[in-house]
Each structure stands twice: as C-alpha cells, then as structure tokens.
C-alpha cells in the first residue's frame, strides 16, 4: 500500500518538520518512504510544502501530484492545492487560518481549528503537531504511542523543553 501526504503552509509553521516526523516514523517502521521538502527564498511567511510517500514498496519518483492526504495550513495553500486532492481522499485544515468549505463531495474534508487550540493550551506554535495527532486519528497509519515515542526520538537533548509540548499537542490532536 502507498500513501501519499501533502503538507502545505507558511514557512515557521512547522511543514517540514510535519513531513519529516511521517517519514521518520515510517522509516522506523520499515516503510520506503520519500520526503521532499520544497520552500521560496524567503522561509519563514513564505510558502512552504512537503511531500511524504509511505509505501511497502519502492518509490518511483518523489513528487506528489494528487496526494492520498493534503493538510492546509493556511488559505494559499488550500486554494493551491485544494482542486488535486485524489478522489477519496482526505484533507486536513486549519480552520483557524482557512475559513472556506470544500464543496467536494467525492473526498473526507476535516477543519480542525489547530492554530487557536494550540494557542488556548499555550502551546503556540504546535499547531503542526496538533493536526499530527489528528492525521493519526483519522488514518490509523500508526499507532498512537509509537509514533509519539518517534517524534520524541527525534527531539535533541538541546531542545528538550520541546518534550511536554510535543506529546501535550500530539494529545490534543488525537483527541479533538
């Protein structure tokens, strides 16, 4: 099986520590998996995006046309991406950032006010690990647990105030 994930947002919105934390976790699972990360000049408020395949095959080529999953995290990137969604497939949005509905009707549409809830329980800038936890939810692709024990793997020593925040956001994701 081959699962395809756009993550698309603001640079300093965590995209690509989203596409890596997937990869990563799909590595230790044993998957092949392509991450491709893709961002302008300018990084943080510019546009950013990564793609991540999971597949217990070989991957042919990195690029992701019409993703299995897209997440949204803000309206250039729904707008952009929106229309490529594959039939049946999922979307994820930060409805505190993007306040349009899809009027699709051939795919699962989640709005999940990531932003807002990171910032009620303190935790701003997690909203990315807050739609992780909901990624995780609606796709089963990992186990709850295992996942968060690969997120903090990958957590250095010198970040370690990163800890709490991390599985407090994974939480709040799974659980909304």
Known sequence: MTTSILFAGFGGQGIL???????????????QVSWLPSYGPE??????????IISDEEIGAPTIT?????????LPSYDKFE?????????????????????????????????AVASENGIEGMANVIVLGQI??????????TFLSYILKGIPESKAALIEKN??????????
Do not use: H, Q, W
């Open 83 to 115: 229309p490529a969604v594959k039939a049946g497939g999922l979307m994820i949005v930060d409805s505190s950032l993007v306040a349009k509905k899809s009027e699709r009707e051939d795919i699962k549409v989640c709005y999940i006010p990531a932003t």
């Open 17 to 31: 520590f989203s596409g890596k934390a997937m990869a990563k976790s799909a590595m230790y699972a044993g998957k």
């Open 167 to 176: 599985k407090k956001a994974l939480k709040l994701g799974y659980e909304f």
């Open 136 to 145: 995780l939810k609606l796709t089963g692709m990992f186990e709850y647990d």
């Open 66 to 74: 019409n993703p299995d999953v897209l997440v949204a995290m803000n």
């Open 43 to 52: 990084m943080r408020g510019g546009a950013a995006n990564c793609s991540v």
